[in-house]
């Protein structure tokens, strides 16, 4: 490909299909990039840069290009173009994500306010450019791990008397009931505000309250999905391994580390294959808009515009 031509905005691959996507989201969920230095990273933003200016360096290939896109991608917000801390990447999700195994007191109280901070860092990286104030990160990390925290130990005290393996999917639950609360707490300003919706070229129209609910609620989905293969998998095969005696002698910090390799390899396919149920540029229908600015379109574009676009967040 000439660089004449080369659109460093496009996507490598066909953001319409499944396929596509989770081509791109495996490139920049790469956890290898979570360990190069910001200088890397500043140096890979810069050449993108470039890039869309007209003004690549003579001798930078195509391959150089991608790469260039594909740490900008992984590093930097699509919105703003501020690079996000090591923890609210999505490539840092596969060491940050790996579930613990254990049921005691300390995984129902420590380990769902670690998770959540975690979390927080990465929705509050991944939102839409809003600005957020810190009273409402505060709410949101304290009403997330309440409801975390609640939701396990009533979930655990219900199932007493049930099966193993059913106790052993509290903490999906938890982590579930975490998301669909923090996540809409997180991105509460667009869900009262609206987020902005363009046309097909990028021409802004508008902000719609409508399509923040709907990338909001995908999102939502996409984070329970992430979570569910090493959150319902995972105790099934503890459930198995723990009648070896290998595993019964073995000490917890031991049986975490073994477990926690486990779930690197679901982690790994799981992160980019959620992400990839939705496309990250969403598309609504003028006519299911908020009416006002359904009115103001059509009248502006009459029937030309049929469809308005928002990045949903991640």
């Given at each position: 490909?000439?660089?004449?031509?080369?659109?460093?905005?496009?996507?490598?691959?066909?953001?319409?299909?499944?396929?596509?996507?989770?081509?791109?989201?495996?490139?920049?969920?790469?956890?290898?990039?979570?360990?190069?230095?910001?200088?890397?990273?500043?140096?890979?933003?810069?050449?993108?840069?470039?890039?869309?200016?007209?003004?690549?360096?003579?001798?930078?290939?195509?391959?150089?290009?991608?790469?260039?896109?594909?740490?900008?991608?992984?590093?930097?917000?699509?919105?703003?173009?501020?690079?996000?801390?090591?923890?609210?990447?999505?490539?840092?999700?596969?060491?940050?994500?790996?579930?613990?195994?254990?049921?005691?007191?300390?995984?129902?109280?420590?380990?769902?306010?670690?998770?959540?901070?975690?979390?927080?860092?990465?929705?509050?990286?991944?939102?839409?450019?809003?600005?957020?104030?810190?009273?409402?990160?505060?709410?949101?990390?304290?009403?997330?791990?309440?409801?975390?925290?609640?939701?396990?130990?009533?979930?655990?005290?219900?199932?007493?008397?049930?099966?193993?393996?059913?106790?052993?999917?509290?903490?999906?639950?938890?982590?579930?009931?975490?998301?669909?609360?923090?996540?809409?707490?997180?991105?509460?300003?667009?869900?009262?505000?609206?987020?902005?919706?363009?046309?097909?070229?990028?021409?802004?129209?508008?902000?719609?309250?409508?399509?923040?609910?709907?990338?909001i609620t995908q999102v939502v989905i996409s984070r329970i999905t992430m979570a569910a293969p090493g959150?319902?998998?995972?105790?099934?095969?503890?459930?198995?391994?723990?009648?070896y005696k290998f595993m019964q002698v073995r000490s917890f910090v031991s049986i975490s580390v073994l477990?926690?390799?486990?779930?690197?390899?679901?982690?790994?396919?799981?992160?980019?294959?959620?992400?990839?149920?939705?496309?990250?540029?969403?598309?609504?229908?003028?006519?299911?808009?908020?009416?006002?600015?359904?009115?103001?379109?059509?009248?502006?574009?009459?029937?030309?515009?049929?469809?308005?676009?928002?990045?949903?967040?991640?």
């Amino acid at each position: 490909m000439a660089l004449s031509s080369f659109d460093i905005d496009a996507p490598r691959w066909d953001q319409s299909t499944f396929m596509g996507r989770l081509k791109h989201f495996f490139n920049i969920t790469d956890c290898r990039t979570a360990v190069l230095p910001d200088s890397r990273l500043d140096e890979a933003k810069a050449l993108v840069e470039s890039c869309r200016a007209g003004s690549t360096p003579p001798g930078t290939s195509v391959e150089q290009l991608y790469y260039a896109k594909k740490l900008y991608d992984s590093a930097f917000h699509p919105d703003t173009g501020d690079r996000m801390n090591l923890i609210g990447r999505m490539s840092f999700q596969v060491p940050g994500g790996m579930p613990a195994p254990d049921r005691t007191h300390f995984h129902m109280s420590f380990h769902p306010a670690v998770k959540r901070k975690l979390n927080l860092l990465l929705w509050f990286q991944d939102r839409s450019s809003f600005v957020l104030f810190l009273r409402q990160i505060g709410v949101a990390y304290v009403t997330a791990t309440s409801t975390a925290l609640a939701t396990a130990v009533g979930l655990n005290l219900y199932t007493k008397k049930a099966p193993p393996l059913v106790a052993r999917w509290v903490p999906f639950a938890a982590v579930a009931a975490a998301n669909c609360v923090n996540i809409p707490m997180m991105r509460q300003q667009e869900i009262l505000n609206g987020i902005a919706v363009t046309d097909e070229n990028g021409n802004k129209l508008g902000h719609s309250k409508k399509a923040a609910v709907k990338g909001i609620t995908q999102v939502v989905i996409s984070r329970i999905t992430m979570a569910a293969p090493g959150m319902i998998i995972l105790p099934i095969i503890m459930q198995r391994l723990e009648k070896y005696k290998f595993m019964q002698v073995r000490s917890f910090v031991s049986i975490s580390v073994l477990m926690s390799g486990k779930c690197v390899r679901p982690l790994i396919f799981m992160v980019p294959a959620a992400c990839s149920l939705f496309p990250q540029r969403c598309s609504m229908a003028v006519s299911k808009l908020e009416p006002e600015l359904r009115d103001s379109i059509v009248s502006q574009y009459g029937d030309k515009v049929q469809l308005v676009y928002f990045n949903k967040g991640l």
